[in-house]
């Protein structure tokens, strides 16, 4: 459970202010935290989240994150990532798991999918490792995953835009062969933006052939969670 971090955020809004704090949210329960973050846009959310979480392309994480529910509902949906999450960190301990708002960002970099130089197609080590994460996938149908390629900086930007956006592919593609539904997924290639470690070594280049997921609720889970809340 190394890997395995919950990003508390709480937003509080007045005219022209924005005061964040993780500190003052540590003793809060997920309802709470929930009702916290749903009192900003997620607009807002992505530019924090651009902060928190990264640079550069966690921008478009962030986006993808941001939008959220708020509130008890907020809440509800928060609990279920939460038991996602864990199960993700449990059955594939290499990978880098967080909880970001009411969604999971979910790094597969070289200790879980790795991808050899030039090449979008998937290893035998990366298809045992995806085969892990299948059944939480299959266990929570409510959501949705945005499936976001990247490559080192090896070759042409626009060659390694195209590249990224066919390592994604090919993560969907899969996922989806083992019977999860392909609705759920949306797949975005960011090329060289946002390398986790430097281009400058082997090692830091196959670190940033990776892909990310953003795992977030689907209308389903939002309208349930709603229901469930009492709204």
Known sequence: MKK???????????????FTSCESLKNTNNTQRGAGIGAASGAVIGAILGNNVGKGGKGAMGAVIGGVVGGVAGGVIGNKMDKQARQIDEVLPGAEV????????LVLNENSVRFDT???????????????????????????????GYTDITGPADY????SAERAASVRDYLVSKGLASSRFNVTGLGIADPIATNDTADGRSQNRRVEFAITANDKMKEDAKMEAGN
Not at 98 to 105: A, F, L, S, Y
Not at 122 to 145: G, S
Not at 160 to 163: A, D, E, G, P, S
């Open 160 to 163: 390694n835009l195209k590249l």
């Open 118 to 148: 030039n090449k979008s197609s998937l290893t035998t080590e990366a298809k045992v490792n995806l085969n892990k994460l299948v059944p939480v996938f299959l266990e929570y149908p409510d959501t949705d995953i945005t499936i976001f």
């Open 4 to 18: 395995f971090s919950i990003l508390a955020i709480a937003l509080t809004m007045s005219i022209g202010t924005l």
């Open 98 to 105: 967080k909880r970001v708002g009411e969604g999971i960002q």
